[in-house]
């Protein structure tokens, strides 16, 4: 069974850090692009950014609201996905999933699976 | 950035209706589009992707079809469990967007 776990998310001030974690189990992890998108309360989902796999050189996309703050990351060895949050705003407080994309074509880059999320709060 | 523009954004229904979702990208994206389902307090699923193609496991009382810029998610006879919010998403170019979503309620 796939899964995917969230963790690291909390309280944090305006202009803050933190860093969000994700771990996989039931798949091949390192053979799938990756994905966080958030949502922030009561509204609708927000694509964040993509991390492709090795043979793409782990190369990245970012939505324009994130780009430059945050950083997605990957550690094939370890299941694991990340997400570094820099310089965070209170627009940015939202519930973070970590998700996985179905195939590395454009017909497939839907993310089939999803974890429970992590609440993210950034506030004073 | 494609942006995609759900109607309605809200629906009253009865459990044994016909449940149409439009959505309606501003450049033409081919055929992929793709759709979700979200309850509360859960993670969005998975329903459709490349317009039509239902996703694993996904009942077939739900259908997909459309291409270029005009979509559409039917629910042939709405099911209690169907009850829901329903969100398109592109996955045709960077970034990839989602509309604002429909929320499927109870009439």
């Known amino acids: 069974e796939v899964q995917l776990v969230e963790s690291g998310g909390g309280l944090v001030q305006p202009g803050g850090s933190l860093r969000i974690s994700c771990v996989a189990s039931g798949f091949t992890f390192s053979a799938h692009f990756l994905d966080w998108v958030r949502q922030a309360p009561g509204k609708g989902l927000q694509w964040i950014g993509r991390?492709?796999?090795?043979?793409?050189?782990?190369?990245?996309e970012y939505a324009a609201s994130v780009k430059g703050r945050f950083t997605i990351s990957r550690d094939d060895s370890k299941n694991s996905l990340y997400l570094q949050l820099s310089s965070l705003r209170t627009e940015d407080t939202a519930v973070y999933y970590c998700t996985r994309a179905a195939g590395t074509g454009w017909d497939s880059a839907v993310a089939d699976h999803w974890g429970q999320g992590t609440q993210v709060t950034v506030s004073s | 950035d494609i942006q995609l523009t759900q109607s309605p954004s809200f629906v009253s229904a009865s459990v044994g209706d016909r449940v149409t979702i439009t959505c309606r990208a501003s450049?033409?994206?081919?055929?992929?589009l793709a759709w979700y389902q979200q309850k509360p307090g859960k993670a969005p699923k998975l329903l459709m992707y490349?317009?039509?193609t239902l996703q694993t496991g996904v009942p077939s009382r739900f259908s997909g079809r459309g291409s270029g810029t005009e979509f559409t998610l039917t629910i042939s006879s709405l099911q209690p469990d169907d009850f829901a919010t329903y969100y398109c998403?592109?996955?045709?170019?960077?970034?990839?967007?989602f509309g604002g979503g429909t929320n499927v309620d109870l009439k």
């Open positions: 998403q592109q996955h045709y170019s960077y970034p990839l967007t």
């Open positions: 450049q033409g994206i081919n055929n992929y």
């Open positions: 490349t317009a039509s």
């Open positions: 991390i492709r796999y090795k043979p793409s050189s782990y190369t990245t």
